[in-house]
């Protein structure tokens, strides 16, 4: 069946430095990806997101592009603030349906 | 509108015991999802609401779970007879259409201990 896979945490950068989280999906056909993010005590936030191949997410600096060949959705951000801090879960959807399939989140902690 | 809400915010238990949670969605948002998170994984979908209309349930939510949404707005989550195994957090969402193209609004959860 359809799922995501996401790099194990926790990754733990110092302030500035560069990101990536790696996510790869499988899955029949080309379904819609999602970063989501969880800061300490909240709910989960919709990040960024990308609806078909090629096309690229982007919000608070961070980017996703969404590659067929490999079947990945990495997220990147090139310089990473102490306000980063949360956990990011990569997740897929299929367009006209209402259920997500979420990877196992990946920890960031940026220390100052 | 001060997003999703949900109450409590942790409950302890004793196995056996019945539980409720309540989710108050966004006012306008006629769609509702309820998902579980278990320690070290991603959220795993439970049920959906369309208005009133509960319209699936995964077979994840057993016998002992039962999930309303009366008159289309708020929704409870009820487990009977809780076991060890029901310890996670609980997440309701909420959203105007379908979420590959909207996203969901996530509330911060229920966080359930079965002792």
């Known amino acids: 069946g359809d799922s995501v896979t996401q790099m194990e945490g926790p990754v733990t950068l110092s302030e500035e430095a560069c990101l990536t989280i790696?996510?790869?999906?499988?899955?029949?056909?080309?379904?819609?990806l999602f970063w989501y993010v969880q800061y300490p005590g909240e709910g989960l936030q919709l990040l960024l997101k990308a609806t078909k191949a090629d096309d690229k997410g982007s919000n608070k600096g961070f980017e996703a592009t969404y590659r067929k060949e490999t079947t990945s959705f990495h997220l990147e951000k090139g310089s990473v603030q102490v306000s980063d801090s949360a956990v990011y879960f990569c997740?897929?959807?299929?367009?006209?349906?209402?259920?997500?399939?979420f990877g196992t989140g990946t920890r960031l902690k940026v220390l100052a | 509108d001060t997003g999703v809400s949900q109450d409590p915010r942790h409950k302890i238990t004793k196995r056996g015991q019945n539980v409720t949670f309540r989710c108050d969605p966004i006012?306008?948002?006629?769609?509702l999802y309820w998902y579980r998170q278990t320690l070290g994984q991603g959220p795993e979908f439970l049920t959906y609401f369309q208005n009133e209309a509960q319209l699936e349930k995964s077979r994840l939510l057993s016998d002992r779970f039962s999930a309303e949404r009366p008159k289309g707005s708020f929704s409870t989550l009820e487990i009977q007879r809780t076991e060890q195994g029901d310890s996670a957090m609980y997440l309701c969402a909420s959203s105007l259409a379908a979420p590959a193209n909207y996203g969901y609004t996530f509330g911060s959860g229920t966080r359930l201990t079965v002792v």
């Open positions: 006012s306008e948002h006629n769609r």
């Open positions: 790696n996510c790869t999906y499988t899955a029949t056909g080309y379904p819609s």
């Open positions: 997740a897929l959807s299929w367009p006209g349906t209402y259920k997500y399939i």
